[in-house]
């Protein structure tokens, strides 16, 4: 299945050559730096919740332009994604068989993809309140579509989709201001 994914996205790579203001080799050189530390998270993992905390997750390390922004192209969001994706299979298929309560999600932040992310949740009761924004500060509501079928993304086996429209708010700053996204969730829901 891994050399699969390899192959369709060096296909996907190869399509972004027109697309791409910067020289191809950057991108392509992000991409595979982006493959090689998702291939290490999921071999060295050690299935443990950090500091007492009721999840863990993995941030994209990346830089900020190929995701967001004048310079993001969904192309290249989308071949992000699928390994996001990827990443939170192989990380299921190797979780040992004695762990309680863990559900692997991959996680995007839309327009602001750099703060995706893939989250471990240790904690059912944790699980659940993450999606419960209901405050002054944040307001999640359930949208529309798919993100999945937008991007072309594969979920696979034994993951769902969920999605919500976001409003967060700061009114402690000067001036206020109001920040409207969408949030997706890709994984063991």
Known sequence: ??????????????????????????????MRTLRRRADQLVSEYDWRPYE???????????????????????????????????????????????????????IFDLPNMFGSEICMFFDEAYRAGFVDRQSDEETWTPARGSLAARWGLRAGKGFD???????????????PWLQTGQVWMIGEL
Do not use: C
């Open 161 to 175: 989709e969920i999605g919500f429209d976001y409003v967060r708010r700061d009114f402690d700053s000067e001036p």
């Open 1 to 30: 299945m891994v050399q699969r994914v390899r192959v369709v996205e060096q296909e996907a790579l190869r399509t972004l050559e027109g697309m791409l203001e910067r020289p191809r080799y950057d991108i392509v050189r992000r």
């Open 52 to 106: 007492g905390r009721g999840y863990w997750h993995w941030k994209l390390p990346l830089l900020r332009h190929p995701l967001e922004g004048e310079g993001a192209r969904e192309a290249v969001q989308a071949i992000v994604g699928q390994l996001l994706v990827d990443t939170a299979h192989r990380l299921v298929a190797r979780r040992p068989s004695n762990l309680g309560f863990v559900k692997v999600v991959a």
